[in-house]
């Protein structure tokens, strides 16, 4: 699948890069706990269900068996506190940080459960670990822990691994960016094609005309 953009990629650290163009390859790149379907039902990703408290200030996340990092490694409950904490972190400065201002805390209840504790009901958490550009991205601590920011930033295969349905290759900012399906994904059979080519569209007349007249390829 070949992809045309019209804004390059800022950079490729999900958590602090700005810009709706990094989510288009973000949310493919990583998974998250949940999702939310055109018709604003929320379905499970990394998480098979959850259950909110009564006082809605606790929402138990059970997860899937089975979901692995490009890596390999597991998508546990260790795995999603540390990526809400990291992005709760004042240090690492995200500008998503100021959505999850209610969060009080997230526990590690066993591998398989997580939960996150709220300082008070907040009605839009699910939209917020779902949601397109605020959407929670599960990264793998043993990778962001090898690799430095600056790697990820620069878009370092190995640095930037998530649980999504496709992998990083290689990305050249403001030219491409190649992911290649992950065959270990937990939905079986998906996704349904092997390579994604994203290609930035620097001079769109003069590209469109060479493409048009089998000069480039997209």
């Not at 290759?169 to 080519?197: A, C, T």
Request: hydrophobic share 40%; glycine share 8%; with cysteine.
């Amino acid at each position: 699948l070949r992809v045309a953009y019209g804004n390059s990629i800022s950079n490729l650290d999900f958590h602090t890069a700005p810009g709706y163009e990094m989510m288009w390859v973000g949310m493919n790149i990583g998974c998250g706990l949940v999702n939310i379907t055109p018709d604003g039902k929320f379905v499970g990703d990394a998480a098979e269900s959850w259950q909110v408290s009564p006082d809605h200030l606790t929402y138990t996340f059970k997860l899937r068996k089975g979901v692995l990092f490009h890596d390999g490694t597991p998508v546990d409950a260790a795995a999603v506190k540390f990526s809400i904490d990291r992005l709760m972190d004042p240090a690492t400065k995200s500008g998503m940080r100021s959505f999850y201002e209610s969060v009080k805390s997230v526990e590690v209840v066993n591998p398989e459960t997580v939960q996150i504790q709220l300082k008070h009901p907040y009605a839009f958490l699910l939209h917020m670990l779902a949601a397109y550009r605020t959407g929670l991205v599960l990264y793998s601590p043993t990778a962001t822990q090898k690799y430095s920011l600056d790697d990820r930033k620069k878009g370092k295969p190995e640095a930037v691994v998530g649980c999504g349905p496709f992998r990083l290759v290689e990305w050249v900012k403001g030219d491409h960016l190649v992911m290649d399906r992950f065959d270990k994904y937990y939905k079986k059979g998906q996704p349904f094609v092997d390579r994604v080519i994203i290609r930035v569209i620097k001079d769109p007349v003069t590209q469109m005309a060479a493409f048009k007249a089998g000069e480039i390829d997209f």
